[in-house]
């Protein structure tokens, strides 16, 4: 793939990776050296980051509890050590989502995820909505994975998800997140949303190839493989303590 030189031009191109043949999957960065060894991944063609895996890198719980200044530092150090176009979960804005934006794009992020529920409590749909028209106006060429949180506050069901993912998409959003969304739901979601749809990745879940078969645009982990990663750090260091194999000793290659 050609260096893309430009944040507008990462943008693009992964907003076209939401209409491609095959689903786009998204293998979501915690932090730099996540960022280039998930980056280095044959058929890896973009990167989003995680919430919850990056204010945890940074000493915080996930839901808006960093600070703003350092999760926006984090997510461009990631956009900045790799070449491919980057998604940043940067939740609902941490109380100014334009301004969010603005430094994000400004920051090479070609790309956010924008939450409709604040603090955990759903937005009214018609403040969402409002909120991502003044995202697109002042950043137009970003790419909005808007997140639709009901099932994941256990707020409604497919008509709810159907009717905010809609309006999010009639007011600029690229794609629409029924986060936890129930496997049996995605057909009918996909069906009825105007557009892209982003699916999380979860063990015993469909796999990619089933969710590209069904229609699902975008695939994502969320903070899985962060959560992932500490376990089989976890794992390595509990077997070596308990005299297990070398293979089981080893979390890694060798420092050189």
Not at 8 to 34: M, T, Y
Not at 154 to 182: K, Q
Not at 192 to 197: I, V
Request: net charge negative; glycine share 10%.
């Amino acid at each position: 793939m050609a260096q893309l030189s430009t944040t507008g031009e990462q943008a693009a191109l992964l907003r076209r990776l939401h209409h491609g043949r095959h689903i786009l999957v998204l293998p979501n960065a915690w932090d730099v050296a996540s960022a280039r060894a998930l980056a280095a991944v044959p058929g890896v063609h973009a990167l989003a980051t995680t919430s919850g895996g990056v204010a945890r890198s940074l000493g915080f719980a996930d839901e808006e509890r960093a600070p703003r200044e350092e999760m926006l530092r984090a997510a461009t150090r990631i956009a900045s050590a790799v070449s491919l176009p980057v998604t940043a979960d940067l939740e609902a804005g941490y109380g100014d989502p334009v301004g969010t934006a603005e430094s994000a794009w400004e920051g090479g992020i070609a790309g956010v995820n924008f939450e409709d529920s604040p603090s955990g409590v759903l937005r009214p749909v018609d403040e969402q909505v409002a909120a991502i028209r003044e995202i697109r106006a002042a950043v137009p060429a970003l790419v909005i994975n808007a997140r639709v949180d009901v099932f994941l506050r256990a707020a409604g069901g497919i008509e709810e998800a159907v009717v905010r993912g809609n309006a999010y998409l009639a007011a600029g959003a690229d794609c629409v997140y029924p986060i936890t969304c129930p496997a049996g739901a995605i057909p009918e979601l996909v069906r009825r949303l105007d557009g892209p749809m982003n699916v999380l990745l979860t063990p015993g879940g469909p796999a990619p190839c089933e969710l590209e078969e069904l229609g699902v645009a975008r695939a994502t982990w969320g903070s899985g493989l962060a959560g992932a990663a500490y376990a089989a750090a976890a794992q390595a260091v509990a077997a070596a303590l308990s005299g297990g194999s070398p293979d089981e000793r080893r979390a890694g290659p060798p420092e050189s």
